[in-house]
C-alpha cells in the first residue's frame, strides 16, 4: 500500500486540517517533487515550508517511520539531502548518515482513495477503469493517449538503438533485422531476429540477384532445410522432394564458400496454431524476394513519405515453387501468397515507424521523428483483442496512433496493476475521492 501513499503525496490528495510534522511545525507543500523510479529518494527537489523555512530537496515516503531503519537509510548516504520523512504512522524517529533527524509528517490516505484503489485491484475484468472511460472529456483521453505513443516509440526507438550499437552502427543491417523480427509477426519475432543476426548479409548481398541462392541461403541459415525440421507427416514426401535437394545441394556450396557458422536449429521455429500462410517457411520465402527486389533498404523507406509508397516498397510474394507449397512435401492451390495489406500495414507500424524515429533522434532530426508519428495516423487502427476491449469501454479508437497508445497502456500499466501512474486510474481515484 505503500505506492498508495505515494500516489496521494504526488497529486496532493491532503486533508483538510492543516499538515503538521511530528512535533507539531506546521507543513505548506509547495511543490511534491519530481517522482524518483530509481534508487535514492522517492521524490527529487521538492519545495516544501517547514515552520516557516522554505527547504527544497528530496522526500522519502514510507507507511511505517521504522522501515527508514529496515531499508538500512540511516546509514545510506544518498537519503542525507531528505528534508521530510512522509509516513502514514510515524512509530519510531530516523536519522541520516550524517546525524541529522528529518522531520515526519504523518499523512493519511483518504478512506475513499483507499476504497477506490482497493476497487481497481480487485476488479478482474479489464480494463479495470471501464466504468469512467465514457465520462472522460476529451482532452484528457487525447492527452493520454498521446504520451502513452510517445513512451511507446521512445521504447521501441530504444530497441532499434540497441541493434545498432550490436551491429556496430551499421544502419542497414538494423533495419534488416528489425524488418525480419516482425516477419514473425508475433509468434516467432524471436526466432526471426535471431536468424537475421545470423544470417550473413555479406554473403547474401553478393547473391541478390539469385532468388533461388538466396532462398537456399535463408532457408539454410534458419536451419529448415535439415532433416530434423520436416514434420513427421510429410517427411517421406518432403524427402522425395527435386526442390528440396536442389536447394541443399546450393546451401552445402554457399556454406563451404563463405565459411559460414552452423545453422540455427530448427526446433527454434514455432508452429503451433500457426496459419499455413504464416509458416516460417513462406515468410522468409517472401523475405528473400523482398531482399531481391531490393525496394525495403532503409534509404527506400525514409525516402518513402505515405502509406502507398510504403506498401509499394513492401509488396512481395513468393517465387513459384512455394505457390504450390506451405511446406517441402506439402503441396497447396496455386497462391502467389502475396504480403497482405493487414500485414504490411503491420510491418510499417512495428517497423518502419520505430526505425524512422529512431534515425530522427539519433541524427537530431525531429522532422522524421514527426514522419514517424504521422505515418501512424495516416494508418487504420490495429484489430486485436486489447483494442476490442477498449472499444467496448466506449473509447474511440480512430488511427494506429491510438491503438499504439492503448497497447502501450494494456501491456506497460494494465498488466501491472500499476493504475497509479495512469491517468485514467488517476481519473478513477479522484472522483472516488470526491465521493
Known amino acids: 500500500m505503500e505506492k498508495l501513499l505515494h500516489y496521494v503525496w504526488r497529486h496532493r490528495v491532503f486533508p483538510l486540517d492543516t499538515l503538521a510534522t511530528t512535533d507539531g511545525q506546521q507543513v505548506e507543500v509547495i511543490d511534491p517533487g519530481l517522482p524518483n523510479h530509481d534508487a535514492g529518494p522517492d521524490f527529487f527537489n521538492a519545495k516544501v ?40 504512522k510515524a512509530d519510531t524517529a530516523i536519522t541520516t548518515a550524517d546525524g541529522k533527524c528529518p522531520p515526519q509528517l ?50 521501441r526507438a530504444e530497441r532499434c538503438l540497441e541493434r545498432l550499437s550490436a551491429v556496430d552502427g551499421d544502419w542497414e543491417r538494423t533495419f534488416f533485422i528489425t524488418l ?25 548481398a553478393k547473391h541478390r540477384d539469385n532468388p533461388f541462392q538466396l532462398e537456399a541461403l535463408f532457408l539454410g541459415t534458419a536451419g529448415l532445410l535439415e532433416v530434423a525440421s520436416i514434420p513427421h507427416s510429410v ?8 526442390y528440396l535437394r536442389r536447394l541443399r545441394a546450393e546451401w552445402l556450396y554457399l556454406k563451404h564458400k563463405f565459411q559460414l557458422e552452423t545453422p540455427m536449429r530448427c ?3 514455432r508452429y503451433l496454431r500457426l496459419r499455413p500462410q504464416n ?24 525516402k518513402a513519405g505515405s502509406r502507398e509508397a510504403l506498401h509499394a516498397a513492401l509488396d512481395t510474394s513468393v517465387s513459384e515453387y512455394w505457390q504450390t507449397h506451405y511446406l ?3 503441396p497447396s492451390r496455386r497462391n502467389e501468397k502475396r504480403l497482405s495489406e493487414a500485414s504490411r500495414d503491420l510491418l ?14 539519433a541524427h537530431n532530426n525531429e522532422a522524421e521523428q514527426e514522419r514517424a508519428i504521422a505515418l501512424l495516423e495516416q494508418l487504420k487502427a490495429e484489430k486485436n483483442f486489447i483494442i476490442r476491449q477498449w472499444l467496448k469501454c466506449g473509447l474511440e479508437v480512430d488511427s494506429a496512433a491510438d491503438s499504439q497508445a492503448l497497447i502501450q497502456l494494456k501491456r506497460e500499466y494494465c498488466d501491472r496493476n500499476d493504475c497509479l501512474r495512469c491517468r485514467f486510474g488517476y481519473e478513477y481515484l479522484k472522483r472516488a475521492d470526491s465521493r
Open 49 to 88: 515550508r517547514i515552520g516557516g523555512t522554505l527547504w527544497v530537496g528530496n522526500v522519502e515516503i514510507h507507511l511505517l517511520a521504522s522501515d527508514w531503519n529496515r531499508h538500512a537509510h540511516q546509514t545510506d548516504e544518498a537519503y542525507n539531502s531528505v528534508i521530510l520523512h512522509v509516513v502514514e
Open 106 to 155: 504523518e499523512l493519511p490516505i483518504p478512506e475513499q482513495v483507499r476504497e477506490g484503489y482497493e476497487q481497481l485491484s480487485q476488479r478482474e475484468d479489464y480494463p479495470r477503469c471501464w466504468p469512467i472511460i465514457p465520462k472522460l472529456s476529451t482532452l484528457t483521453t487525447h492527452a493520454w493517449l498521446s504520451a502513452l505513443l510517445a513512451e511507446r516509440l521512445q521504447e
Open 180 to 204: 525480419a523480427r516482425n516477419f514473425g509477426f508475433g509468434l516467432n519475432g524471436d526466432a526471426f531476429e535471431a536468424w537475421a543476426r545470423h544470417l550473413p548479409l555479406h554473403a547474401a
Open 235 to 242: 517427411s517421406e514426401a518432403a524427402e522425395n522432394d527435386d
Open 267 to 269: 526446433q527454434l521455429w
Open 279 to 302: 509458416f516460417p517457411h513462406l515468410r522468409l520465402i517472401q523475405l528473400a524476394m523482398l531482399y531481391h527486389r531490393q525496394t525495403a533498404s532503409l534509404s527506400a523507406v525514409l
Open 328 to 330: 517441402f512435401g506439402m
Open 348 to 361: 510499417i507500424i512495428n517497423t518502419v515507424v520505430p526505425i524512422c524515429f529512431a534515425h530522427g533522434q
